[in-house]
């Protein structure tokens, strides 16, 4: 039979294990590199409407991850399962989005732009 002890391990090693597969937060995903240099040619109001572009989808798919990430919060808690491992998240959107908004920056930076 399982002592108290071995019982308490098995639940941290099973927590530890659920947790580390839940979907991360948007502000915790770090942006995936995208060179400027395919921005570093247009011009500012072309690199304006880009960043307004890639703002919005970054913040769509910024909401989409926070809500799987408290869905995979929720399932642990209530059925110890990190859902978004089953349906998938939009980690690598958020990355990619963030790593555009970086690049139109740099590019608006060296084009001079306001």
Not at 5 to 21: H, P
Not at 40 to 66: D, P, V
Not at 69 to 74: C, L, M, Y
Request: aromatic letters at 8%; hydrophobic letters at 45%; proline letters at 2%.
């Amino acid at each position: 039979m399982f002592t108290l002890n071995k019982m308490f391990l098995l639940m941290i090693l099973t927590a530890t294990i659920l947790t580390t597969g839940c979907a991360n937060r948007p502000e915790s995903i770090s942006a995936s590199y995208v060179s400027h240099e395919r921005y570093i040619g247009n011009s500012c109001a072309i690199l304006s409407e880009k960043m307004s572009a890639a703002r919005a989808n970054l913040a769509k798919f910024s909401e989409m991850q926070n809500s799987k990430a408290n869905v995979d919060a929720w399932g642990v808690f209530l059925i110890l399962v990190p859902v978004s491992k089953l349906s998938g998240d939009s980690e690598a959107d958020v990355a990619k989005y963030k790593g555009i908004v970086e690049a139109i920056e740099t590019a608006q930076i060296k084009n001079k732009c306001k």
